[in-house]
């Protein structure tokens, strides 16, 4: 699973030359150390972590580079496998910025998720 690209609010667009995401358990995201996933299971894959950099939370990503994002901006995150053809995923990640606590942050998360069609896709 790679991290294609993301797109903040005003339409800011940021890519990244998909780096690999980080998989729960796995000390660092490695694209030539892959992490299997058999068909019909599931794996748990961390995004980012919700950070305090005043006055607003915001997402920070983990690729290995300092970025963090606000509310409202949608990843295009791109799964694959060896067998399958890519499948694109538009994640969008919401929460209040302007709370004080993290209980309030997490409170307020709201995910979306929409699979992306081949031929929606631009470069």
Known sequence: MLLDRCVQ??????????????WMGVSAPNEHEPVVVFAG????????DLVHERPAWRLKIRLGVP???GT?????????????????????VGWREDVGSVKEVYNS???????????EISV
């Open 9 to 22: 609010p005003d339409g800011t667009s940021t890519i990244f030359g998909s780096p690999a995401l980080a």
């Open 72 to 92: 409202g901006t949608t990843y295009r995150l791109v799964v694959g496998s060896d067998e399958a053809d890519a499948r694109f995923y538009d994640v969008t």
């Open 109 to 119: 998360l709201a995910v979306g998720i929409d699979e992306v069609q081949p031929d």
């Open 67 to 69: 970025k963090s994002f």
């Open 41 to 48: 299971a599931w794996r748990v894959i961390t995004l980012g």
